[in-house]
Structure formats: structure tokens, C-alpha cells
């Protein structure tokens, strides 16, 4: 039956064509091939605080694959390493990749400061333009927590006044939050952001940053120390001349790299959260919270880390508890899965 289906269907294809050609009728233009496309990745990497080695380590593996980066690639460096601070864009000269300096920095100035943040994103559109541009964010991450709620979990400071919002990046004892972070990014300028940095995938962040790029790939829980395995990850980010980027790729070489690595402890989370869906999911989870809720024991939810009492909890474990209308719960699973595709949520 498949056969004889197939056949049919290429025999109404060849009458089609050859009335076409006996009638006089012009042939569908070949679809052109599509263009290449620039693309510049900004890697922006806070370091003074502790991450140092780390980050030094992450750099070399980073320099093992600029040479597989296509010609219509570019890779900019902002590091701030407590001794130094510089942009430099990435290049292969004479068979070796090496760091050209764009600009030295004074190792007093902040790179948590959101006006000179902003300041080095530009600089990088200037000196490398490109169609289209990615981010790579790599310092300490408290997700939704506040700097300085964070601080009385992590450092034992005494509580200060008064409540930011929540915080990434951290220089020295300086941090970033995400609010001020949101306005640095602005509207739709990258492709895709990738925080190698905890908890930056906590559903309040995500949604924070919604309008600030397409996708953003991170962890719910916290990013061992050796990060991302930029050696597999970057390539992935420049797939098909500069036109795509495999985030989903990306997702699955943190996860291979983390449950076979002997480096560290085999653990880690990895999600990608299409921000165009953020939305609608937000707007299911209003509707839930709006109807009458089960009771629940918080004890007995997914959380994402071992503080007391604990921060950071898993938000399809809190809904499936708590939703005792399964028409709702149902439209939530779904928009839950276009938010964040299980291909890429590992």
C-alpha cells in the first residue's frame, strides 16, 4: 500500500511537470542557497572572587578551538581577572590562536558597574559588527535571591537594609542584580545568552530577562567550578557558516561532560528556556495560582540545592502539587515543554 502511494503521488508529480513544460508554464525557481551570516559571541567573564584558576583554565580550552571557528566568526574576551582587566578578540595568526588586545582596563574599576558593562558591549558591536551577536555571562550567580539575602546564606554577613532584586556576577563584593542586568541588555540585541554561573535558570530570572534575547541556556542549580567544556561548546555555536546555533548540542555536551568527567563531582542541570514562551507560561501559572490550591509540604518538593531553609525549588514539582484542576495542569505541561524543550532540558 505504501509503494502504490508513492507511486502515485511521483506519477501526479511528473504529469504536473510535463503539463508545465507542454503549456507554455515557467518552473518554480531553485530556492537560493542561504546567506552566511556574521556572528560575533561576547564571552564576559568576571573573575576577581575567587574563580580565577578556574576561569584561566576555561580560557585555555576556549583557545583550543578559535581555529574551528568559521570565517564569518568572531569571539571577543572580556576578563576581568583581579590583577588585569581587558577585551581582546580571539584570532589565529600564524597557525596559533592568540588574544589581540582591544582595550586594557584600571583593575579598580568595576566589572559589575552596569554603565561600564554596557560601555564594553558596545565597544565589541563597534569593533566587531556583526548580523547577529551571542553572550556568554561566567561569574557567581543567586538567581532570584537578592545580593544580600544571598550573603547572609552564603558569607554569614549581617542582614542589611533594605531589599535589592536578585543579583548575578560578583567583583570582589560587588554584585550585579539581575534587574540592573536586564537594562544593560536591553531589547532583542543576542541570538542567545549562556550563564556559566548558579542558579541562573530559576524561573524569576528567566522571566526578568525575556526581552533581552531569544534564548537563554543555564542551570537551575548550582555550576561546578569547571564550568562549561567550552572546548565542546563553542563550535556548536557556529554551526552551519555563523547561521545556526545547536543550543540544544551545547545542552548535551554539558551533560556528557558532567556524567563522565572524574574532575569533579558527576553532577549538573542544564535547561534551554525559549524566551518568546515565558509569557504564556506565566500567564498558566497566574490562572493556577487564581484557583483553589492543594496544600503541600515544602519538605517534600524538589530543591535545587542543600541551604536551610532552602532557596531554590523546582517549579513543575510546586505546580503538579499544588494544581487540583487537571484541565489547567494539562495546559501548563504543555506550554512547560515549549518553554523549555525537553531535547535541550537535561
Not at 208 to 218: K, Q
Not at 321 to 331: P, R
Request: with cysteine.
Amino acid at each position: 500500500m505504501k509503494r502504490f502511494f508513492l507511486f502515485c503521488i511521483t506519477a501526479a508529480m511528473m504529469l504536473a511537470t510535463g503539463c508545465a513544460k507542454e503549456c507554455g508554464e515557467p518552473e518554480p525557481p531553485t530556492p537560493p542557497e542561504p546567506e552566511d551570516k556574521s556572528h560575533t559571541l561576547i564571552i564576559y567573564m568576571m573573575g576577581d572572587n575567587g574563580l580565577e584558576k578556574f576561569m584561566d583554565n576555561n580560557i585555555g580550552k576556549i583557545m583550543t578551538v578559535v581555529d574551528k571557528i568559521p570565517q564569518t566568526g568572531r569571539i571577543a574576551l572580556f576578563y576581568d581577572r583581579g590583577n588585569y582587566t581587558r577585551l581582546s578578540e580571539l584570532v589565529v595568526e600564524q597557525g596559533r590562536a592568540k588574544q589581540r588586545v582591544i582595550e586594557e582596563y584600571a583593575t579598580s574599576q568595576s566589572s559589575v558597574d552596569p554603565e561600564f558593562m554596557k560601555s564594553v558591549i558596545e565597544r565589541v558591536r563597534k569593533e566587531m559588527p556583526a548580523d547577529t551577536y551571542g553572550l556568554v555571562l561566567s561569574s557567581h550567580g543567586g538567581g532570584w535571591v537578592p545580593s544580600d539575602i544571598f550573603d547572609i546564606y552564603m558569607l554569614g554577613r549581617p542582614e542589611t537594609s533594605g531589599i535589592a532584586p536578585r543579583f548575578f556576577g560578583q567583583d570582589g563584593n560587588d554584585c550585579m542584580e539581575v534587574e540592573q542586568l536586564a537594562g544593560v541588555l536591553g531589547d532583542k540585541q543576542f541570538d542567545y545568552i549562556l550563564f556559566d554561573a548558579c542558579f541562573m535558570s530559576s524561573i524569576e530570572t528567566l522571566y526578568d530577562l525575556r526581552n533581552s534575547t531569544d534564548y537563554i541556556v543555564g542551570s537551575p542549580c548550582e555550576v561546578m567550578i569547571y564550568g562549561y567544556p567550552y572546548d565542546l561548546s563553542i563550535p556548536t555555536l557556529f554551526r552551519n557558516n555563523g547561521r545556526e546555533h545547536d543550543l540544544e548540542a551545547l545542552c548535551r555536551s554539558f551533560c556528557d561532560f558532567y556524567s563522565t568527567t572524574h574532575l569533579t563531582e558527576q553532577s549538573g542541570s542544564i535547561a534551554m528556556a525559549d524566551c518568546a514562551q515565558l509569557e504564556a507560561l506565566a500567564e498558566v501559572v497566574r490562572r493556577i495560582n487564581g484557583t483553589a490550591l492543594r496544600d503541600y509540604d515544602s519538605e517534600a518538593l524538589q530543591v535545587y540545592e542543600g541551604l536551610r531553609p532552602h532557596l531554590f525549588y523546582d517549579l513543575g514539582d510546586f505546580i503538579r502539587t499544588v494544581c487540583a484542576d487537571e484541565a489547567l495542569l494539562a495546559e501548563f505541561e504543555k506550554q512547560f515543554d515549549l518553554t523549555f524543550p525537553p531535547a535541550a532540558r537535561l
